[in-house]
């Protein structure tokens, strides 16, 4: 270092003040030992001096001493040093010098003007100690929170790069191993893995695992293996930290498996789903490391985003594999099955359907089937289904059908309704099977009924049957004859008042035997017939059953055998000839009776359900993941603020898609707002883009100064993502898209919907595979599509149609084979008068004027909960109440300013009725309306509705907006 180099650090005073400033503070001692030692310091100067000073007191040269001692020691040492200088000055200059002592006015002046500037110069250095200290801490505070957020932003794009890893995976295997890997060389760790907790087995299943120079923990383990209290803790929500296995008493049960698997140090991350521990990710090293607490956040994070993911892949391959099963079962069946939209066009058809129908599947599908009802049948058979279909019950129907052959078939159709997520009808499912034979077979038996009975009333016996209590049920015309009977109430025992008394005992006996045995019954007794005197019956039975084996009873003949004795021959010959009759007659008609029950148990339903929440799943993943993040560091306000902002949004997007859902079932009206459609696509752009992924090329080219129209957001965005979307399919995995604005006229005629005129434009142009004359001719019919089975459902072209059209414009499609296509929406311009495009609404809420009284009517107490902390938080007094009739007992008995009520409510008054009421009697209140029901019922009540109408869900600044109007009304 140089002379002057040297010269300077010595004489560098503002380093040297500001070093002493910055002197770590000390107890009260040790600052008054600074004082005492900076005041000797200064009194031995004054004592070097005293030739100089003579008789002068000279005390201002001591106080840099006390400046010294306040700025290193603080107002203690300062206090302290001024002092000690003092009495030590009046020691050094003795009693004789002038100013010295408090004997002399001078005397007091000096010594009271020397403690003045000595204690402001305290006072002033020690502040500018605690000055610089704070400066000191706030750089510490700013360098800490710049490493922290370099660190969020590292761990953020750690796990954006995660996520687009992860969006093509469709296995959860692969999306295990991806992640498992990633976070492994992010850490630097040694081992990354997924443990599956079976609490029912008490068991932990460790799937496959990533690991580095290390062994795999592939396996399956007991909760005790691993750590009985590491899994209570997991359980309670709690993640774990362990630098090293040996030392932490949690693990002392499981040292041995640890040791097995080389691991000294170990972070687990827990997965509660429905309030149990499903699952927990995992990082084991085998040094000794102490995990640090962003270490442990990242892990948290990426087990809460990753098992989602691993949760969707699993949901989704569960309704590949039901679709893919109940296709297998409806086409393995032996019936016609179908499923119906509300437009009763069929959506799907089973391969039975197919090939009684002939041609391919779209062929049958789009079959019309009333035009195949036999003439005879049909007039009955339109007005039983649509009965059928009026009451939203099961109903069923049977006539005749065309076969592809030509030839006519009697099918028995059964149908059960579809209901969607609303308990409204959304089509029907329906099974049909061929009932042709069915119908011969019981022609057959009726005819094989009349033939028995034909036979047995004209046979010489006494033919009889009976069920499986043994009570006669049928007799034929010469049994009734013969024991007198007419009624039959009489045929269970009308025959024992003739059986003569020797015989009855007997004969029961034998037929009870037989019976219970399920025997052939035969039997001789003696009658005593009131006109033909004493005969004798022989008696011959035979159980029978059903197809299935099921007993149903007897059934016999009884023969006068009076006269046998002396024809015995030919009494045989007849009793052969009526046996071999009756065997005939009862094996085809139980074998008929068979045929029936088995065609009457045939039955097969099927109904596809499923479904894809994959965006609610996202959305809800954000919400959870960051409320769980929020709950775990409550005093970090500001990542509560970043993680609140990030839910906030979720939730919007989840409103924004609800409504989307709700408009394309025809559920919620549309409600066209002034809107820049410039603005709407670039907030859509980072969704188009994530659409159509990164190998295609996507760009926007917006007219300048705007494109403003009249159109529903939300439905212009969902007929924007189709679009984007069905251009993604036509281009597999590469090519390239692009949006486009602009100012298109319209000729007279040139699009037939359209008048002449200016419209705007929103062209979305590919150059994809393109598509055939024919393909435009029926791309906007719903449910027509060019895809596989299964991979769309032909509806996102015809709502793009359905909304151009609502919206007043239409839509125009140019396509070639090979070359690509241009879909161009056109959307009548916004006229000036229509009003202007809705302003930003303001960050913050605005407190409403201070004692204004406000009753929310809201029958779901967690809406009215939140909403009572909103409105109190505008600076209303709320009151509520849970229906119409019990708010109109508050405003007889209280004075409100503003009313707020649901429009859907219990309690037999709607909130529509409860407005109306309230206008009435109290003219001077605010009312406004909000409700969270989409339906067309609601949209045309409130169609008429003079009051503010806010839709659920609903924000604290959405309810400023509508209720601030009133700040300044007049109670």
Not at 870 to 884: M, Q, Y
Request: hydrophobic letters at 45%; a negative charge.
């Amino acid at each position: 270092m140089s002379a002057v180099g040297v010269f300077r650090r010595v004489f560098d005073i503002d380093g040297g003040l500001t070093r002493l400033a910055r002197v770590r503070a000390r107890p009260w001692w040790a600052s008054a030992l600074i004082g005492i030692g900076c005041a000797v310091a200064m009194l031995l100067l004054r004592m070097a001096l005293s030739a100089f000073y003579a008789d002068v007191t000279g005390f201002m040269i001591l106080l840099p001493a006390v400046i010294v001692a306040a700025l290193a020691g603080g107002r203690i040492a300062g206090v302290v040093a001024l002092f000690v200088a003092l009495f030590g000055g009046w020691m050094i200059v003795g009693p004789s010098a002038i100013g010295a002592g408090l004997s002399t006015r001078l005397g007091v002046v000096a010594t009271t003007n020397f403690i003045v500037v000595g204690l402001f110069c305290t006072i002033v250095a020690a502040a500018l100690r605690k000055v610089l200290g704070r400066l000191d801490a706030s750089i510490d505070a700013l360098r800490l929170s710049s490493e922290r957020m370099n660190d969020s932003e590292r761990r953020q794009s750690f796990l954006l790069a995660l996520t687009d890893s992860l969006r093509d995976l469709t296995s959860p295997d692969e999306i295990m191993s991806e992640v498992e890997r990633t976070l492994g060389t992010e850490l630097g760790a040694q081992r990354v893995g997924y443990g599956e907790v079976d609490q029912d087995r008490q068991q932990v299943a460790m799937s496959r695992d990533w690991t580095a120079d290390v062994v795999s923990a592939q396996g399956r383990f007991s909760l005790e293996d691993l750590g009985a209290e590491l899994i209570a803790d997991l359980s309670a929500g709690h993640a774990v930290r362990i630098a090293d296995v040996r030392n932490d008493p949690r693990t002392q049960d499981a040292l041995e498996l640890f040791d097995r698997l080389e691991t000294r140090s170990l972070m687990r991350a827990p997965l509660i789903r429905g309030g149990r521990l499903r699952a927990f990710l995992y990082v084991h090293d085998s040094r000794v490391r102490a995990w640090t607490e962003d270490e442990l956040e990242l892990l948290q994070e990426v087990a809460g985003r990753t098992w989602a993911e691993i949760e969707r892949t699993r949901a989704e391959a569960e309704v590949r594999e039901s679709e893919e099963r109940f296709r297998a079962i409806a086409d393995t069946a032996p019936v016609f099955i179908w499923v119906t939209q509300q437009d009763r066009s069929r959506a799907f058809v089973n391969q039975a359907y197919v090939a009684y129908s002939g041609g391919s599947y779209e062929d049958a599908r789009l079959l019309d089937w009333r035009a195949i009802i036999h003439p005879d049948d049909q007039d009955r058979v339109l007005h039983e289904s649509l009965e059928g279909e009026a009451t939203g019950q099961p109903f069923s129907m049977e006539a005749r059908y065309l076969r592809h052959d030509g030839e006519y078939r009697w099918l028995k159709s059964f149908s059960r309704p579809r209901f969607g997520a609303s308990g409204e009808v959304v089509g029907f499912v329906g099974v049909a099977f061929d009932v042709t034979d069915i119908r011969e077979a019981q022609a057959r038996l009726q005819e094989s009924e009349t033939r028995f009975r034909t036979v047995a009333d004209s046979a010489p016996a006494l033919i009889w049957m009976s069920d499986v209590d043994s009570v006669i049920t049928f007799a034929n015309r010469r049994y009734r004859t013969f024991f007198g009977i007419g009624a039959d109430a009489a045929l269970g025992d009308g025959w024992r008042r003739l059986i003569h008394s020797e015989d009855l005992a007997r004969f029961e006996a034998d037929y009870v035997r037989a019976f219970e045995h399920r025997d052939r019954f035969e039997g001789l007794v003696r009658v005593d017939h009131p006109q033909l005197g004493l005969r004798w019956l022989r008696c011959e039975g035979v159980p029978r059953f059903d197809g299935d084996g099921r007993f149903q009873g007897y059934v016999g003949a009884n023969i006068d055998v009076t006269e046998a004795k002396r024809a015995e021959d030919d009494l045989k010959r007849i009793n052969e000839l009526l046996e071999e009759r009756v065997g005939e007659a009862l094996a085809e008609k139980a074998k008929a009776e068979a045929d029936l029950m088995h065609a009457q148990r045939m039955e097969a339903v099927g109904r596809l359900t499923g479904g894809v929440a994959h965006d609610f799943n996202n959305l809800l993943t954000v919400v959870i993941g960051a409320l769980d993040m929020m709950l775990r560091a409550p005093d970090n306000a500001a990542r509560q603020k970043k993680l609140g902002e990030a839910a906030l949004s979720a939730a919007r997007r989840g409103e924004r898609l609800t409504h989307q859902l709700l408009a394309f079932s025809r559920r919620q009206a549309l409600r066209p707002e002034p809107t820049d459609l410039n603005g709407l696509i670039r907030e859509s752009e980072p969704l188009l883009r994530r659409a159509l992924g990164e190998a295609i090329d996507f760009k926007l080219k917006l007219r300048r100064g705007g494109a403003r129209v009249s159109v529903d957001p939300a439905q212009f965005e969902a007929a924007l993502l189709n679009l984007v979307v069905n251009a993604r399919d036509a281009l597999g995995d590469r090519g390239r898209v692009s949006i486009q604005t602009l100012t298109c006229p319209v000729a007279a005629g040139e699009i037939a919907e359209l008048p002449a005129g200016d419209y705007v434009c929103v062209t979305v142009l590919d150059n994809g595979s393109g598509m055939a004359p024919d393909v435009i001719e029926r791309v906007f019919e719903p449910f027509f599509t060019t895809k596989a089975v299964g991979k769309g459902t032909g509806l996102g072209l015809s709502q793009v149609y359905g909304f151009a059209r609502q919206s007043g414009g239409g839509v125009k499609v140019t396509s070639t084979v090979g070359r690509g296509t241009e879909i161009r929406l056109y959307l009548p311009p916004l006229v000036e008068t229509e009003g202007a495009l809705p302003a930003t609404p303001a960050a913050e809420l605005r407190t409403m004027a201070a004692g204004r009284r406000l009753l929310l009517v809201e029958d779901d107490p967690g809406v009215a909960a939140v909403a009572q902390e909103l409105l109190e938080g505008l600076g209303l007094e709320v009151r509520a109440a849970e229906t119409g009739p019990h708010a109109l007992e508050l405003l007889r008995s209280e004075r409100f300013d503003i009313m707020l009520s649901d429009v859907v409510m219990p309690g037999g008054m709607t909130g529509i009725e409860l407005a109306r009421e309230c206008a009435r009697a109290w003219p001077d209140m605010r009312i406004v309306l909000t409700s969270g029901y989409a339906g067309d019922d609601v949209d045309a009540a409130l169609a008429d509705a003079p009051w503010p109408f806010i839709r659920k869900p609903y924000s604290g600044q959405q309810l400023a907006a509508v209720l601030g109007d009133s700040d300044d009304d007049t109670p």
